[in-house]
C-alpha cells in the first residue's frame, strides 16, 4: 500500500471509528442523562455527539473511553476483572 | 501527624457540587470513628486557606474533590490549590485521595518523590460519571451518579476505617466491578453505557508512594 492510500484507509477507519462512537452514544445514552467527563464539564447525548463528530479534546477523550471498553471485553480483561469479584 | 481529615468542597458548577454533595458520605464516616473533619467549602477552598490548614492542623488524610489536571488539583473557581513545581511537597507523607482527574499522571508521582509514609491515590485519566438531569438540584438522590461516586467513597472511608492504602485502593476497584456488574444485570440500554464509564474509572485509579500508609 502507498502512503496515499494508507493515509486514506486511516481517515477511513478513523470515520468508522467515529460511526461506531455515534451509534453506540445514541443506542445506550437516555436523553435525561449527562456524562461528566473530568475538567471538561458536563454534557447531553447531543453534545457529546456533536463533540465525536468534530473530532475535538472531548470528543477524542469519549472515543478513547469507549474503544478501551470494547478492547477489554475483546481480550477478556473485562469478563476476567468481574468473574474476581463473582462469588461477593 | 494528627489523625484527622481536610476535604476540599468546591461546589462551582454541577461537577463539583455533586462531588462534594457525595462527600457527606465521608464526612459522617469519620464523625462517627470520632475522627477531626475541617471541611474547606465554596471560597475557603482557595490556596491560601489550604496551604494554611494543611499546614496548621497537619492532619493525615486529604480528600481533594476539584478538577485536575496532570500537574494540578484546583480548588474553588478553579483556582490551583497544588501544583507541580510549586506546592506538590504539601502532600508529602499525607494520605491524599485526589478525586481530580489526571493528577494520577504527574503531580501524584512528583509529590510522592521525597515521601515515606504517604500515598496518593487518583487518576491517570479524567474521572467520568453519569448524573440525571432531572435530579441536579439534590445530587445525593441520583442513583445513577451514585453507581460512580460510592466506589469512588469508598476509597477514603477505608482509609478512615483504619485500612492500609493498598487495601482502599483494591477495595475502590473492586466496588467499581461490583457496579459494572450490577449495571450489566439491569439489562437496559443505559447499561453498557455505565459499565463503559465505570471501567475508564476502574483503569485509571493508580496508587502511588507507599501502599502500606495508614491513617
Known amino acids: 500500500m502507498n502512503e496515499k492510500?494508507?493515509?486514506?484507509?486511516?481517515?477511513?477507519?478513523?470515520e468508522l471509528l467515529k460511526e461506531l462512537v455515534i451509534t453506540r452514544i445514541e443506542a445506550q445514552m437516555p436523553s435525561n442523562l449527562k456524562m461528566s467527563i473530568g475538567s471538561?464539564?458536563?454534557?447531553?447525548?447531543?453534545?457529546?455527539?456533536?463533540?465525536?463528530?468534530?473530532?475535538?479534546?472531548?470528543?477524542?477523550q469519549v472515543m478513547k473511553?469507549?474503544?478501551?471498553?470494547?478492547?477489554?471485553q475483546a481480550n477478556g480483561q473485562l469478563v476476567d476483572a468481574l468473574n474476581s469479584v463473582a462469588d461477593e | 501527624m494528627n489523625k484527622g481529615v481536610i476535604i476540599t468542597l468546591p461546589r462551582h458548577d454541577d461537577v463539583t457540587e455533586y462531588i462534594s454533595q457525595f462527600s457527606k458520605e465521608i464526612i459522617d464516616e469519620a464523625?462517627?470513628?470520632?475522627?477531626?473533619?475541617?471541611?474547606?467549602?465554596?471560597?475557603?477552598?482557595?490556596?491560601?486557606?489550604?496551604?494554611?490548614?494543611?499546614?496548621?492542623?497537619?492532619?493525615?488524610?486529604?480528600?481533594l474533590n476539584g478538577h485536575g489536571s496532570e500537574d494540578a488539583i484546583c480548588?474553588?473557581?478553579n483556582e490551583v490549590l497544588v501544583q507541580i513545581g510549586v506546592?506538590?511537597?504539601?502532600?508529602?507523607?499525607?494520605?491524599?485521595?485526589?478525586?481530580?482527574?489526571?493528577?494520577?499522571v504527574k503531580l501524584g508521582p512528583e509529590a510522592m518523590k521525597?515521601?515515606?509514609?504517604?500515598?496518593?491515590i487518583g487518576y491517570e485519566l479524567p474521572f467520568v460519571f453519569y448524573h440525571d438531569s432531572q435530579r441536579e438540584t439534590n445530587p445525593l438522590k441520583d442513583n445513577t451518579a451514585r453507581l460512580f461516586l460510592e466506589p469512588s467513597n469508598a476509597i477514603p472511608i477505608s482509609l478512615l476505617k483504619g485500612n492500609l492504602a493498598k487495601q482502599a485502593h483494591e477495595n475502590g476497584k473492586r466496588f467499581i466491578l461490583k457496579n459494572i456488574r450490577k449495571a450489566?444485570?439491569?439489562?437496559?440500554?443505559?447499561?453498557?453505557?455505565?459499565?463503559?464509564?465505570l471501567w475508564n474509572n476502574y483503569m485509571g485509579q493508580v496508587l502511588l508512594g507507599n501502599p502500606e500508609a495508614v491513617l
Open chain 1, 5 to 14: 492510500s494508507s493515509t486514506a484507509h486511516r481517515e477511513e477507519i478513523s
Open chain 2, 31 to 63: 464523625q462517627s470513628r470520632g475522627i477531626p473533619v475541617k471541611e474547606l467549602k465554596d471560597k475557603s477552598c482557595s490556596l491560601v486557606e489550604f496551604e494554611k490548614i494543611v499546614n496548621g492542623l497537619n492532619y493525615k488524610l486529604i480528600v
Open chain 2, 184 to 197: 450489566l444485570r439491569q439489562k437496559t440500554n443505559d447499561a453498557v453505557g455505565f459499565a463503559e464509564g
Open chain 2, 87 to 104: 506546592n506538590e511537597q504539601i502532600l508529602k507523607d499525607k494520605l491524599t485521595y485526589a478525586r481530580s482527574c489526571d493528577a494520577g
Open chain 1, 40 to 60: 471538561y464539564g458536563s454534557f447531553t447525548k447531543n453534545q457529546l455527539i456533536q463533540h465525536v463528530t468534530d473530532d475535538d479534546e472531548i470528543g477524542r
Open chain 1, 65 to 72: 473511553m469507549h474503544i478501551r471498553f470494547i478492547r477489554a
Open chain 2, 75 to 77: 480548588g474553588y473557581k
Open chain 2, 114 to 120: 521525597l515521601n515515606d509514609c504517604g500515598c496518593f
